[in-house]
């Protein structure tokens, strides 16, 4: 007979994007909710007294008024290898490189330390309700491979790549054309479409990548359309420069990806601050998808992103912690940094909006909204139970709340990894 879970409790149910329609008709809480659960996947959503009634058999797990049973968070652009150099202090994006990030991902030249960091990251990310991240690895090979065995392990869907990057970097941190080529080929042969994991063709930024690079990886992507494409584009207005020195022939930043065939459905592109019209247009007519990173723009100092405007164009949006140059592993943390980011460019974000996109939105991003980021029948069972009152502070704040929309905007801003109390995974309970 199947095991069959039954989580019942405050749950949350999408019918739409509310960045494209009304919040209040498209994100809803069902107070009385249920999610039936059997072989990982959610079988059934309904009302707690109907399928307890209906399933006698299911195990159950009850949560009070005071939880929200969401979709796992999905973090759509991260760097695990930056896990032990989050928050370094004060610089801006290309010294913030040089200096911090590329000695500590140069220390993943050891695959020992690669798989130690990437179990640290998989079980800190858990722990603050991440169930899927997408992320970059180093140009070491062994370093995605660490990363895809640790999901594996765990049984989280995964999206990752090795890291490409043939120049401006440091000699340890080199790879070339053909080596990027021929290790990221060997890499989706080992893992894209196996189990849970997804393989992104990682090259790291136009900076770092000659035409050459980027034209091998546009090569292999042709061959293997069905894979993601991640990458950087348009952060600081200083990087921004430099693409421009360093692709003098591009018309902007955007086509130095798309001069090698590095744009399409499939392509997720992190940050998007200082996009000319053009780059807007082009993504777009391709459904190119863009990643917000809001504590990572603010910690490096790097710009506002124009939610409001750029979901008006229909692009597809994923919200991101974007660690390490993010200063939280927390997607609560992010939402809240999200929130920020809309009140100083005056178009703040609702609750609703906010927990979709790093949910739902971020799944939509990497072609995964048929599998994950949503509560509803046929899903994976990836689900992150919150408590909204998790601490002495959110807790006064939850008591006066009004309404489960009052109450979860509370732990959006104040919570972290305290306000999550379960993570399923595929069905199972974590931790
Ligand atoms: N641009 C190129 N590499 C990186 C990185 O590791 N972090 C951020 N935030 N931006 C980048
Ligand atoms: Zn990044």
Known sequence: MTDMTLLTGPTLCFDGNPLQQAWEDVVRID???????????????????????????????SYGADHLICPGFVDA?????????????????????????????????DPTYAAAISARYLDLTLAHGTTTVASFCTIHPHSADALFKAAQTRNLRIVA?????????????????QTAYDDSKALIDRWHGKGRATYAITPRFSPTSTPEQLAALGALWREYPDCLMQTHLSEQTDEIAW?????????????????????????VFGHAIHLEPREIDRIT?????????P????FIGSGLFDMAGLAARHIPIGLATDTGGGSSFSMLRTMAAAYEIGQLRGTPLHAAQLIWLATA??????????????????????????NLS?????AQRHAQAKSHWESLFATIMMGDDRAVADVWVAGDLTG
């Not at 911090?100 to 993943?108: V, W």
């Not at 504590?295 to 603010?298: F, I, L, Y």
Request: proline residues 4%; hydrophobic residues 40%; glycine residues 8%.
């Open 77 to 109: 652009h991260v760097h695990y290898p930056q896990t032990a150099m989050i928050a370094s202090w004060g610089k801006r994006l290309i010294d913030w490189l040089n200096d911090y990030t590329f000695p500590e991902e140069m220390r993943l030249s």
């Open 361 to 386: 939105g971020s799944a939509g991003s990497l072609h995964l909204s048929d599998k994950i980021g949503s509560i509803a029948q046929g899903y994976e069972a990836d689900v992150t139970v919150l």
């Open 243 to 267: 693409v421009s020195d360093l692709h003098p022939q591009a018309r902007d930043y955007l086509d130095t990806y798309e001069a090698q065939g590095l744009i399409g459905e499939r392509a």
């Open 285 to 293: 007519e391709t459904g190119a998808a863009l990643v917000h990173c």
């Open 390 to 394: 998790s601490t002495p502070a959110i």
């Open 31 to 61: 107070t009385d909710g249920a999610v039936l659960i059997a072989n990982g996947i959610i079988t059934q959503v309904g009302q707690a007294a109907a399928l307890k009634q209906a399933y006698p058999e299911a195990a159950v797990t």
């Open 161 to 177: 790549g090795k890291t490409c990057m043939d120049r401006n970097a440091p000699a340890g941190l080199r790879d070339t054309a």
């Open 295 to 298: 504590t990572s723009n603010t």
